[in-house]
């Protein structure tokens, strides 16, 4: 799975009701307004993967940060 069919994804799991919410617990505009159980599910079908957890962070996305801090392996 690539960053953009990730990202793909996670857009479409967002609501703006959730963004909104967000928004006003001081999340910016640089997120799609996705559930954490979403991310969780998501991380779970993905697994593992350092190097693509890595690519997710420089997004700068809040929901593919989450899902990048799901996908480091553990030392």
């Known amino acids: 799975m690539t960053v953009t069919e990730i990202l ?3 857009k479409a799991l967002g ?15 640089n997120q799609f307004g996705v559930k954490m159980g979403d991310i969780r599910v998501l991380a779970k079908k993905i697994k593992s993967n350092h190097e693509l957890a ?6 700068n996305i ?14």
Do not use: C, S
């Open 8 to 10: 793909t994804q996670l």
């Open 15 to 29: 609501t703006e009701k959730m963004r909104a919410f967000n928004a006003k617990n001081g999340a910016g505009d």
């Open 54 to 59: 890595l690519e997710l962070w420089a997004t």
């Open 62 to 75: 809040i929901e593919a940060q989450l899902l990048a801090i799901l996908l480091l392996k553990p030392r």
